[in-house]
C-alpha cells in the first residue's frame, strides 16, 4: 500500500486538511498556573534541619538531617524533595540571611512541657539531700533563694 498525502490534492482548503487530520492529534497547553523552574540543585540538610539556598536559610523535617535533598525554587516557592517525594514547601525569603522556618519541621526534637505536667512531675533530689541538707538550708543562710 502507498503513502497518499492528502495534502497533494488541491480539492480542499489547508484549514480542511488540518480540521481533518491535524486537529485530533493537538493536546491542551499546560496550565498558566504552572511555574516553570529557575533553580534545581542538591543540598545537605544541617544538623540545625535548615539548608542554605539562595542566600537564605530554609527548614526541612528533622528526620533528614544530614541527607541530601533536592531543591526547586520557581517564581515564589522553595520545594523541597527528598527521594523524588516533597517534604517541604516555603514561600521565598525576602531578603538575605533570612530564616524560613515550618514549625511542623521540629515536631519530636523539643518537648515543650504545660504548666500540670511541671506541677505533677516528682522533684528531683539534689546530692546534698544525701548529705542531710538541701539548697534551700544554704539559701537561708545567705539570704537568698533557691
Do not use: K, W
Amino acid at each position: 500500500m502507498t503513502h497518499v498525502n492528502p495534502l497533494i490534492s488541491r480539492s480542499f482548503s489547508t484549514a480542511e486538511a488540518f480540521q481533518a487530520h491535524e486537529a485530533a492529534a493537538l493536546r491542551p497547553l499546560h496550565s498558566p498556573e504552572l511555574a516553570v523552574a529557575a533553580q534545581r540543585l542538591r543540598r545537605v540538610v544541617a544538623n540545625d534541619c535548615f539548608i542554605d539556598f539562595a542566600r537564605a536559610r530554609y527548614s526541612v523535617p528533622h528526620r533528614l538531617v544530614r541527607r541530601v535533598v533536592e531543591v526547586t525554587r520557581t517564581n515564589d516557592e522553595v520545594i523541597i524533595r527528598h527521594d523524588g517525594r516533597e517534604v517541604a514547601r516555603h514561600g521565598c525569603a525576602r531578603c538575605p540571611g533570612e530564616r524560613v522556618a515550618d514549625p511542623t519541621h521540629f515536631a519530636g526534637l523539643h518537648r515543650l512541657r504545660d504548666a500540670e505536667e511541671v506541677a505533677a512531675a516528682p522533684e528531683v533530689q539534689s546530692p546534698l539531700a544525701a548529705l542531710g541538707r538541701s539548697l534551700h538550708d544554704y539559701a537561708a543562710v545567705i539570704g537568698g533563694e533557691a
